[in-house]
């Protein structure tokens, strides 16, 4: 078991539903991230909350809206999406000394696997 | 730019056998650190190693072993007596500062598939 959670394990909807993936942490860290898995696309950082501030990342679609309730707790709202945003995303945790957050260590959760018909 | 290559996209080898995966990477600062992670058919990424850019001692932990050469901008990742277990895709990671954002940004290779047959 690796302490960090995700709710659901397996996502499929259409591109006018609105969902939320929500990962959760168990390890007491302060950063939680949100990436992206693509098939044959390295690992792409979505989201970056640390300290519970969120730090921007402008590549990402406003069609995916992040939200951090507390420092156990990481939500992504999902809606409108399309076909191509099927992937993999997952949720990562670390303990930072700072609000730079990236210098440590991160630990996954397994994954919401999604699908965009 | 890319900033962390890994060119073997597949590897596969026999069990027993020894086997390097190789890290190449590309930052302008001089902090930065580095990590390798193990990606199991469950999903969920494994941390294995991180290295700060002021630390060049290559390391040892049983049958894994890392060389870091800032020399080539390098990060290979050896495992020795290779065993079925070790079949994974595996990510050579960077994390730089991002000074318009003030953050770190990390940046993963496009991984390594190994394949350890019996």
């Known amino acids: 078991e690796t302490g960090v959670t995700q709710t659901p394990r397996h996502l499929v909807m259409g591109m006018t539903n609105k969902k939320s993936l929500k990962c959760e942490q168990h390890?007491?860290?302060?950063?939680m991230y949100w990436y992206k898995q693509s098939a044959k696309k390295p690992l792409e950082l979505m989201f970056v909350?640390?300290?519970?501030?969120?730090?921007e990342n402008n590549s990402v679609p406003s069609r995916f809206s992040p939200e951090c309730p507390n420092s156990s707790h990481l939500f992504l709202h999902l809606h409108t999406l399309q076909p191509e945003d099927s992937a993999l995303y997952l949720c990562?945790?670390?303990?930072?000394?700072?609000?730079?957050?990236?210098?440590?260590?991160?630990?996954f959760g397994p994954g919401t696997r999604l699908t965009v018909l | 730019a890319q900033k962390v290559t890994q060119a073997q996209t597949e590897i596969s080898v026999v069990e027993k056998e020894d086997v390097t995966l190789d890290c190449v990477y590309e930052?302008?600062?001089?902090?930065?650190?580095l990590f390798w992670y193990k990606q199991p058919p469950s999903g969920e990424l494994v941390f294995l190693i991180r290295?700060?850019?002021?630390?060049?001692q290559n390391e040892i932990s049983g049958r894994y072993s890392w060389n870091f050469q800032k020399s080539t901008s390098s990060f290979n990742f050896t495992i020795t007596a290779s065993q079925v277990v070790d079949s994974a895709v595996y990510f050579c990671?960077?994390?730089?500062?991002?000074?318009?954002?003030?953050?770190?940004?990390?940046?993963f290779g496009a991984g390594t598939r190994l394949t350890v047959k019996p």
């Open positions: 990671a960077l994390s730089e500062v991002n000074r318009k954002r003030n953050n770190n940004d990390m940046r």
């Open positions: 290295r700060n850019s002021f630390d060049e």
């Open positions: 909350y640390s300290l519970e501030e969120r730090v």
């Open positions: 990562a945790s670390s303990q930072e000394r700072t609000r730079e957050a990236g210098n440590n260590e991160q630990f």
């Open positions: 930052t302008r600062d001089t902090t930065y650190y």
């Open positions: 390890l007491g860290h302060n950063a």
